[in-house]
């Protein structure tokens, strides 16, 4: 069979006329991708509600219905299903007992030869088929392409399948797609979607080798490239049940031993303990590819108390290598097939999760001699693939000349009389393929001649798989004088058409079969052979690399580039787009994101973000009620973090040091996928971090080795990804949006317009001590309680860090469901520790942080001078928008208006750095075009008049960049100089505002001060730096000063006092304006307007006496 499966008629003329995307899935033994193909190029969708790009492919069954995903997933019970890819389509007995019914947690029946699934409701047992299962994942993956991307109805969709599936799994595939309200138009081989995701847009040629190990399957191609998106397969091979799951059945046998051994318990048949430890176990797993050891914990109800092991990276190995072995001896062997030798590979693309396993990448680097290329998400790759082949099937613009060529992985024939299968299309045929063969009668008088339609490799007709009969009526005469052509042809549908003609008659007889095209599982491997080499690796020298957007944040950070004309964003080594903003230290080495999580408490530090460029006296608050497992220390009246970093030795760090552990990290993981040095970037802050955080952040980011060319606000940032994704012309209409940026430690608000390209902050405002982190510490606080009350114990440092992590999940937990449990076991305390949590619960106890979000949101329109009316869309930006208590508040708030959710609000701060970076690095050429932004001025600009008075030049919240002017006199014939000092506030008094501390000098005319007209201007950048110019009209002397108003800069707060107080006390500020002006007047002996100040004694003089 091809590699592709696909119903051409029911695809588009190629006009693009579809206005919904087809979609792509990935649908995986253990975990399930959805892309779609918009603007040119493949993306894959967020499910918004877990922020999660790959999904569980696991579905509970439940009274109320059944739920998909991580909750499933959580879920020990024995209706509790997965595996559905290792069931569907195959014959019970194919079903391999030995390595899957043992360590299931469900129970697999045989129904009329059909393996199904058995679950209990009501008490009563009932049957599941696989292909209900797979429905149900196929049904949330459409779900998540409607909700969160594409906004409208999804019907069509391209399903990739292992290139080994039978004809029947294939079909059953195609079944849960019809059950799910998908018509499957195309069925696409994982290598070949690979392949088209490595290649797509690249325009190079080359032979490239896919090397597909995923949860549940090996999937091997060799596959040549031509410039102009042309793919040829060349050979398929793999192995149907080889996978991460058996890697894990591996580990997970040696640990049920271990059990068995050490704790006199055999858990073989207790479902929930199988269920619990097969996730304990895959953790683990995920864990050793970034180190070198971890443990395995788990509470044994059974016998009633905690087990822990520890796993090394070398034990994992040493487990699992014959299979990884397996693994790599398929590689000579389709290698061989194609026709091609190891030399002769260009590239080695390494796709699925279980690439990720060291030793695998290691024996297959070992057997190439060169590095395999990893710049792909191996997770992802799949259904970025499907996105591509799906456009190409609806004639979409920019997929119409992607050209995929497969070959005939079996040979097609027809079964001679001596049982003798007559190949008519060998194996390894480029598709489509059209071959004739010429056969004759065997018998006198012979009136039918029955060909029977084989596919196989063997040279016996009988130990190959009969396709079908095709009869045809012919002549009686004498054997050997009746010729008839027996006609095959192969298209890329799959589809073997065959045509049988009687030459002298004419009498011709059709027939259709969908070939099945592969070989089964113990066919190939009995033709695997073993294969060494001893070649080493070449690494390539890195390049200069192009700047790249990082969003550091309070939990977890994301780096981005722009390049391509897309933003791609980087995958860390645990397979994650989002890196946990922690740093561990064990036995004097760091580790940073998950790895860091996983170690002991006391060696773990975070919260960076919530330290950096603060006073150490500003900090003393934040850690009350923060349950730190680390101290902060006064070093020189700043915050200092005093962390275990081995046994009995304890080392300070300042926050910088700690955020740039995590920067470093972030600029190493770019530089492993782009294969190119970083030193630049642009790092994303809160909208009201003060100069001073601003200042600590951006030496964070010279400690990692990143020139920080520029910050930009977080919520501009995420309205920059909302413009680029609503794929705005320059001629669209107004609209006014509100960024709602919730995270896991600061809010973010802004109020901005877009108007075609242009983009403009309105206002902004925000809580730098506020956010998910917030909501962990009051359902931990409370959980405390709860255990203090009904255990009578303390939890220690160490606890209370386990504590936290079960704290986060149930919060996550609870966006999905009314009501979750809440388990964990404390080791330490021999405490197996079980609640439920509702979701009232959880927002009674966040009521006043959720509303405290709603009375900034009501300040920044006020200051923006916009109403709720006026806000066309609300945009949700970072993880903790999430809960469904925000959202629905959000949604009261703006009159019933939806927030919009089809951005990843994980994702959209680091989307907009990308670009931003991208423009500033001469990277995004064709984004100069797309994105013009525009800030604001936090405060009034202006300079100090007579009398002590306040003229403003720039008028608070004026788009920036800008240019302002104002002219003024002298205030004195006998004046020969005017101060220009720069004032920022919002008081008519310049002592009530806040001194810039920059002035300078203008020589004036000795005229009277109606002749001497002095022209000021304010000039504002990009990049906010302010130019303050004044120069005498007539007579061309000038002077200037260059201000950063982020030097000395106000902190959120301050600008927030500031303003508060201007409101408050207008009526009183006017009583002192009265009273400044008319002590101008009497000096000057004559009503005038407010005056730049005069210099030299004059001035000093005119001071005093007001």
């Excluded at 989002?578 to 860091?596: I, K, Q, R």
């Amino acid at each position: 069979m091809s590699g592709v499966d696909v119903k051409t008629n029911s695809a588009a003329s190629g006009t693009g006329a579809d206005t919904v995307p087809t979609i792509g899935i990935d649908l995986g033994t253990t975990y399930s991708v959805v892309g779609v193909f918009r603007s040119r190029k493949p993306e894959i969708v967020s499910d918004f509600e877990t922020g999660k790009r790959i999904i569980p492919s696991c579905v509970a069954f439940n009274e109320m219905g059944c739920t998909v995903g991580q909750t499933a997933k959580e879920l020990a019970s024995t209706n509790t299903l997965y595996d559905a890819k290792r069931l569907i389509g195959r014959p019970y007995e194919e079903v391999d007992a030995d390595r899957d019914f043992i360590n299931w947690s469900f129970t697999v029946r045989n129904d009329g030869g059909t393996p199904k699934y058995e679950i209990e409701r009501d008490g009563m047992p009932v049957l599941v088929a696989p292909e209900v299962v797979s429905s149900k994942v196929l049904a949330t993956m459409k779900s998540i392409a409607e909700n969160n991307c594409l906004e409208e109805k999804v019907s069509k969709a391209v399903i990739t399948v292992p290139a080994y599936f039978s004809e029947s799994q294939r079909e059953a595939t195609k079944t849960a797609g019809r059950m799910a309200g998908l018509e499957v138009i195309g069925l696409l081989n994982e290598p070949a979607a690979a392949a088209l995701a490595y290649g797509y847009g690249k325009h190079k040629e080359g032979t490239v080798v896919i090397f597909d190990l995923g949860g549940g399957t090996l999937d091997l191609a060799v596959i040549r490239m031509t410039k102009g998106d042309d793919f040829r397969l060349l050979a398929y091979g793999g192995d149907t049940h080889l996978g991460g799951q058996d890697f894990d059945n591996v580990l997970l046998n040696f640990i049920l031993k271990d059990i068995k051994d050490t704790m006199k318990t055999n858990l073989r048949d207790d479902p929930e303990a199988l269920h619990m430890l097969r996730q304990a176990i895959e953790l683990a797993k995920r864990k050793l590819s970034t180190k070198p050891q971890t443990d395995v914990n788990a509470y044994i109800a059974r016998a009633k108390k905690g087990y822990r092991k520890t796993i090394t990276r070398g034990l994992f190995e040493e487990l699992c290598l014959p299979l990884f072995k397996k693994a790599v001896d398929l590689l000579p062997v389709v290698l061989k097939e194609a026709k091609v030798r190891k030399d002769e590979v260009d590239d080695v693309v390494l796709v699925g999760g279980s690439t990720r396993i060291l030793k695998v990448q290691a024996m297959v680097r070992d057997f190439f001699g060169k590095e395999p290329v990893k710049s792909m998400n191996p997770d992802e790759a799949v259904a970025l693939g499907a996105a591509i082949w799906a456009a190409k099937l609806t004639g979409e613009q920019g997929a119409k000349d992607v050209r995929l060529r497969d070959v005939a992985s079996l040979s097609l024939g027809v079964a001679d009389p001596s049982g003798v299968m007559a190949v008519i299309i060998p194996r390894g045929a480029a598709l489509p393929a059209a071959v004739t063969k010429t056969f004759t009668t065997t018998r006198d008088n012979q009136e039918e001649a029955e060909f029977k339609v084989c596919q196989g490799l063997r040279a016996n007709w009988a130990d190959n798989h009969l396709l079908g009969f095709l009869t045809l009526t012919i002549p009686a005469r004498r054997k050997g004088t009746v010729d008839i052509d027996a006609s095959f042809q192969l298209d890329l549908d799959g589809v073997l058409k065959v045509t049988a003609k009687e030459r002298q008659s004419g009498e011709t007889a059709r027939a259709e079969f969908q070939s099945e095209g592969r070989q089964s599982t113990q066919e190939h491997r009995n033709r695997c052979s073993s294969a060494t080499s001893t070649s080493t690796a070449i690494v390539p020298a890195l390049g200069s690399g192009p700047v790249i957007g990082i969003d550091l944040g309070t939990t977890y950070s994301v780096a981005a580039v722009y390049q391509k004309g897309k933003v791609e964003i980087f995958i860390n080594d645990s397979g994650s787009r989002t890196t946990p903003s922690v740093v561990g230290f064990l036995n004097g080495d760091s580790y940073v994101g998950e790895a860091a999580k996983d170690l002991p408490a006391c060696c773990q530090v975070f919260d960076a973000k919530r330290l950096i460029g603060r006073s150490y006296n500003d900090t003393l608050a934040l850690g009350a009620g923060t349950h730190w497992p680390f101290m902060v220390i006064e070093k020189k009246g700043n915050p200092a973090i005093r962390v275990v970093v081995k046994e009995n030795v304890k080392e300070d760090f300042s926050p910088e040091e700690i955020s740039a552990m995590v920067l470093k990290n972030l600029k190493e993981t770019a530089e492993a996928s782009l294969q190119k040095n970083i030193s630049r970037a642009v790092v994303t802050v809160p909208a009201f971090f003060n100069e001073r955080q601003r200042e600590m952040t951006k030496q964070a980011g010279k400690l990692a080795g990143l020139d920080v060319i520029a910050m930009i606000n977080e919520p501009t940032a995420a309205a920059i990804a909302y413009g680029l994704d609503k794929k705005k012309g320059p001629n669209d209409a107004k609209k006014t949006i509100f960024i709602y940026d919730l995270g896991g430690g600061t809010f973010d608000v802004s109020v901005m317009t877009v108007e075609g390209n242009d983009f403009t902050v309105l206002a902004s405002g925000g809580d730098t001590q506020l956010g998910g982190q917030d909501f962990d510490a009051r359902l931990m606080n409370a959980l405390l309680q709860e255990i203090s009350t009904n255990h009578g114990v303390m939890l220690d440092s160490a606890s209370l860090q386990d504590l936290r992590r079960l704290c986060e999940l149930t919060k996550r937990r609870l966006s999905s469901h009314p009501e979750v449990p809440a388990s964990q076991f404390f080791a330490r305390h021999a405490l197996n520790f079980q609640t439920k949590v509702t979701r009232a619960r959880f927002e009674d106890l966040c009521s006043d942080l959720f509303k405290k979000t709603l009375t900034i949101a009501a300040d920044v329109l006020a200051s923006a001078k916009v109403s709720v009316k006026d806000i066309h869309e609300v945009v949700l930006v970072g993880g903790s928008t999430r809960i469904p208590k925000v959202r629905i508040m959000l949604r009261d708030f703006f009159d019933g208006k939806e927030p919009r959710t089809s951005i990843n609000p994980d994702e959209a701060v680091a989307y907009g750095a990308a670009v931003h970076a991208a423009m500033l690095g001469g990277g995004g050429g064709e984004l100069s075009n797309l994105v013009k932004l525009k800030d604001v001025t936090p405060l009034s600009l202006g300079i100090r008049c007579e009398g002590g008075i306040f003229s403003p030049v720039v008028p608070r919240n004026t788009p920036i960049p800008c240019t302002m002017r104002k002219t003024f006199t002298k205030p004195f014939e006998a004046a020969t100089s005017v101060v220009f000092r720069v004032f920022q506030g919002e008081r008519p008094l310049t002592k009530d505002n806040h001194d810039l501390r920059k002035e300078f000098v203008l020589p004036v005319s000795p005229l009277p001060p109606k002749d001497v007209h002095l022209d000021c201007e304010f000039v504002i950048d990009g990049d906010g730096l302010l130019t303050v110019r004044a120069t005498e009209r007539g007579r061309g002397t000038s002077g200037h000063v260059t201000v950063n108003p982020k030097e000395g800069a106000l902190s959120e707060q301050d600008v927030k006092d500031m303003i508060e107080r201007a409101e408050r006390l207008k009526h009183l500020d006017a009583l002192d304006l009265q009273r400044a002006q008319e002590a101008v007047r009497l000096l000057n002996r004559a009503p005038q307007p407010a005056q730049p100040e005069q210099g030299g004694r004059k001035r000093k003089r005119i001071q005093k006496t007001y």
